[in-house]
């Protein structure tokens, strides 16, 4: 008896897809980088690459290390910034995968025009795109 990602192609042991699919995935990884920085980072946080870019990361720590010098300055003001911060991160967080979401309805949802291979690819990215949500 095999489960229903056995029946849509899955292998649980490596994730692993046939070739087609593959291809399938890097043509739209290249479509996604195509459209933009936006789309690109909505893609990374279906794939568990960081959900920020370099030079955003880097921004936000220095924003958190100068939020943490200032505390023996004005310890309210710096729990009020470090309250900004995270809320601004969060904001951001649900941003990148309100768009990674929608980028993945976009895939699919042509109605009959989607393949059942297109649509089996779209369930991976699916079962991915959740299991990242359920690790942040």
């Known amino acids: 008896m095999s489960t229903p990602d056995q029946q ?4 649980q042991q490596r994730d692993v897809v046939d070739p087609g699919a593959a291809h399938a995935r890097d043509d739209a990884v290249g479509q996604a980088h195509a459209a933009g920085p936006h789309a690109a980072h909505a893609d990374a946080t279906t794939n568990g690459e960081s ?5 955003d990361l880097a921004g936000l720590k220095a924003r958190w290390d100068d939020v943490q ?9 710096c729990v009020q910034k ?3 911060l995270v ?3 969060v904001e951001r967080l649900t941003s990148g995968f ?3 979401r929608t ?6 949802s042509r109605g009959q025009e989607a393949s059942t291979e297109e ?6 990215r699916y079962r991915e795109f959740f299991q990242r949500l359920l690790s942040v």
Do not use: C, M, Y
Not at 119 to 124: F, G, N, Q, S
């Open 87 to 89: 809320s601004d991160v």
């Open 98 to 100: 309100a768009q990674a």
């Open 119 to 124: 649509l089996r690819v779209a369930i991976k």
């Open 82 to 84: 470090a309250d900004h």
């Open 8 to 11: 849509a192609g899955f292998d």
């Open 103 to 108: 980028q993945l309805e976009e895939q699919w």
């Open 51 to 55: 959900l920020f870019g370099g030079t």
């Open 69 to 77: 010098a200032a505390f023996v300055d004005d310890p309210r003001q």
